[in-house]
Every structure is written in C-alpha cells, then in structure tokens.
C-alpha cells in the first residue's frame, strides 16, 4: 500500500499508455498480461472465469509506462444466471468500466478454439462498438496449436471484415473442398450456448447501442477498424516482445501514474487467494472450486525472512471438501506446495503456505 501511495518518479518526457485486455472467458488474456509484465502476476488456469475482477499491472521501462488493465472475460448476464456456481457482479462490470478508461484495446481470441475463432465475441463486438474512438489491435492467441497456418490469414480476414487500418487485406485465393459449403452454413448458426437474442439485446446491462445498431452488429462476423493483426502463442516471450514493441511506441506523452517500482493494485493477499484459486480450479472437478471461498488465517514473518501463510478453504458439500483434501491428503498437499512455489517467485521470498478445510456451515 505504501509503494501505491508514493508519488510517481517522474523522468523528463515521460510517457504513458493505458492498455485494456479483452475478449471472451478463457481466451489467454491473463496468460499474455503476465508475459507482457516479464513475470506472473495475474492467475491463469484452463478453466473460464478464473480472473473474477479488474486488476492492473504496470510495465515501465526507461521514460515509458504501460498500464496493463487484465479483465474477466466478457460475459451476459443471462450466461452468469445460468451458471451453476454463483459468481461476482464484478464479472459483468469490471470489463465495460475498464475499457472507458483505456487508450488502446487489445482484443484477444483464441484461434486453436475452432468455434470461436471465425467470428468474434457478440459481448466483444458490442464494446468496440459502443467505443469506436478508441484504438484496438487484434490478437490471435495460440497460434502454435493451429495445425494449418492458412487458417490464420482466412481468421484475420474474417474477424477484420478484410479490413485492418483502413486498408484492404490481400488474402490469396484458395480451392475449398465441397465441405466448405456446409461449413460456411454451419458458421452462419449460433455458436453452441451462444445467446440468440435478438434485437432486444438493447435491455441488457453495459448496452448503449440502439435496436437497430444491435441487429447489425449481430449481422457481421468481425470488425473492421482494428489498427493492427498480431499472431502469437501467449507463452512465447519472443512472440508477445512484438506486440509489446508496438504497445510501447504507440505510448503518449504524459504523467505516469504510479512509481516505477510498483507492478500491480492487487494487494499481497489478493495475489495469494487468486493464485490459489488458480489451482483449484486445475485440478477439481467441475463447480468443486467455483463454489470453494477463502479466509485468511495467518500472515507473518517467520526465521530468515521466511513469509508464514495459513489459509482456510471453505466447502459448500462434504464431498467437495474430500475432493479438495485428497487421498491421504495428497490433493490440498499438492495445491498448497506449487502455489506457495508461484507466491515464492512473485513475492521473491521463500512463502511457506499452508492449507486446510472446513465445511461450511
């Protein structure tokens, strides 16, 4: 709190730029905002909803600071309701209330999803719409799992309308098989649990578009005004050092926001309980660690500046808690032992944690 509270050490032209991540659940958002910052910072797991608020990073380097806004992935309010775990408002507000504040959108879909990659996210759709005057670059993320690269020129052309930065993309011709038809038909259709709402998707919270905006929205795959197409595997610090060359030159004069030694808001024991969430949501099975809560038991300085955590899980069911605790233990031993090694890395420390469970009552 201290070093969020100390005044900016400002350099002489400095810059600055704030970065608004987004996309749909589990599209690697996280994944690249901890590969932009050179070090984990942000929790990452398989499973969609893992990041549950807005949380920030800063980068800063020589006269350039970037603020790296991570957010869940964007979502209905109906899809929320469906969800059999109950999860925070902050999922269906923190995206929308993020963008307002950014001066470049970097738009992530994960290509190796084959259902989602060849149109983007309505919700996605929606908030470039709703914030046309804000710069937004295109990522396609996981490129190492698509086994065709032609794909990938055939995705940028359709996720940009054949557009990027005003100018008309070249993409060769190419001979499709006779399948090709059918697939088109089938991109045509709602994707699998996609809301079908029409029109009256204008009642919906976070929308300021009109009936008639909405309907031609829904009516194209892409969107036509991204400044820039980028491809990469989020993992590859090589691949994403590109897109942090552009991320930083496209940065503006003007005051940082916070010292230079400050990487993220997030409080120490915000980092920890996300982190361990992380791994509960890795290794339980279905709702087991979406409905999981956290208190934090203890929290003190041990022998040779060894950082002493004690945590306590709460589980709805006696069987969730017996998921959690694993045979003879082995499960909560093994959750406790690598997110007190992440915490370890982050906090550059040697974290002790330990774990137990309890019925909630």
Same mark, same amino acid.
């Given at each position: 709190?201290?070093? @969020?509270?100390? !005044? +900016? /050490?400002? %350099?002489e032209?400095?810059?600055?730029? &704030? =970065?608004?991540i987004?996309?749909?659940?589990?599209?690697?958002?996280?994944?690249?905002?901890?590969?932009?910052?050179g070090?984990?910072v942000?929790?990452?797991?398989?499973?969609?909803?893992t990041?549950?608020?807005?949380?920030?990073?800063v980068?800063?380097?020589?006269?350039?600071?970037?603020?790296?806004?991570?957010?869940?992935?964007?979502?209905?309010?109906?899809?929320?309701?469906?969800?059999?775990?109950?999860?925070?408002?902050?999922?269906?507000?923190?995206?929308?209330?993020?963008?307002?504040?950014?001066?470049?959108?970097?738009?992530?879909?994960?290509?190796?999803d084959?259902w989602?990659?060849?149109?983007?996210?309505?919700?996605?759709?929606?908030? @470039?719409?709703? !914030? +046309? /005057?804000i %710069?937004?670059?295109?990522?396609?993320n &996981? =490129?190492?799992?698509v086994?065709?690269?032609?794909?990938?020129?055939?995705m940028?052309?359709?996720?940009?309308?054949?557009?990027?930065?005003?100018?008309?993309?070249?993409?060769?011709?190419?001979?499709?098989?006779?399948?090709?038809?059918?697939k088109?038909?089938?991109?045509?259709?709602?994707?699998?649990?996609?809301?079908?709402?029409?029109?009256?998707?204008s009642?919906?919270?976070?929308?300021v578009?009109n009936?008639?905006?909405?309907?031609?929205l829904?009516?194209?795959?892409?969107?036509?005004?991204?400044?820039?197409?980028?491809?990469?595997?989020?993992?590859?610090?090589?691949?994403?050092?590109?897109?942090?060359?552009y991320?930083?030159?496209?940065?503006?004069?003007?005051?940082?926001?916070?010292?230079?030694?400050?990487?993220?808001d997030?409080s120490?024991?915000?980092?920890?309980?996300?982190?361990?969430?992380?791994?509960?949501?890795?290794?339980?099975?279905?709702?087991?660690p979406?409905s999981?809560?956290?208190?934090?038991?203890?929290?003190?300085?041990?022998?040779?500046?060894?950082?002493e955590?004690s945590?306590?899980?709460?589980?709805?069911?006696?069987?969730?808690?017996?998921?959690?605790?694993?045979t003879?233990g082995?499960?909560?031993?093994?959750?406790?032992?690598?997110?007190?090694?992440d915490?370890?890395?982050?906090?550059?420390?040697?974290?002790?944690?330990?774990?137990?469970?309890?019925?909630?009552?």
């Open positions: 709190m201290s070093l @969020l509270l100390r !005044h +900016p /050490d400002q %350099p032209n400095s810059k600055i730029l &704030k =970065v608004a987004i996309g749909a659940p589990n599209a690697g958002k996280s994944t690249l905002s901890n590969q932009l910052m070090r984990k942000f929790a990452v797991s398989k499973k969609v909803h990041t549950r608020s807005r949380s920030l990073g980068v800063t380097e020589d006269d350039t600071q970037i603020i790296l806004l991570d957010t869940p992935g964007l979502t209905t309010a109906s899809k929320v309701k469906r969800c059999l775990h109950q999860l925070e408002k902050s999922l269906l507000v923190d995206p929308w209330t993020t963008v307002k504040e950014a001066d470049l959108m970097v738009v992530v879909v994960d290509a190796a084959r989602r990659s060849s149109r983007l996210d309505f919700e996605v759709l929606k908030c @470039l719409a709703q !914030h +046309p /005057d %710069p937004a670059v295109l990522v396609l &996981k =490129v190492d799992l086994k065709s690269k032609d794909r990938l020129l055939e940028t052309a359709e996720l940009t309308c054949g557009l990027v930065n005003g100018r008309r993309m070249r993409v060769r011709p190419m001979i499709k098989p006779p399948s090709a038809k059918k088109s038909e089938r991109d045509s259709e709602p994707l699998p649990h996609e809301d079908t709402a029409g029109p009256k998707a009642a919906e919270p976070n929308s578009l009936n008639e905006q909405l309907k031609a829904r009516s194209q795959d892409g969107w036509p005004h991204f400044k820039d197409v980028f491809m990469l595997s989020s993992v590859d610090r090589e691949d994403v050092q590109t897109l942090k060359s991320i930083m030159s496209v940065a503006k004069l003007g005051s940082w926001q916070y010292h230079s030694e400050v990487l993220t997030q120490p024991e915000e980092i920890c309980t996300n982190i361990i969430r992380e791994k509960l949501l890795e290794y339980l099975p279905q709702e087991v979406y999981m809560t956290q208190s934090v038991e203890l929290w003190q300085d041990g022998e040779k500046d060894k950082l955590i945590v306590k899980l709460n589980a709805k069911k006696e069987a969730h808690m017996r998921m959690v605790i694993g003879a082995q499960m909560i031993a093994r959750i406790a032992q690598e997110a007190g090694e915490l370890s890395r982050i906090y550059l420390r040697e974290v002790r944690l330990k774990l137990s469970v309890k019925l909630r009552k």
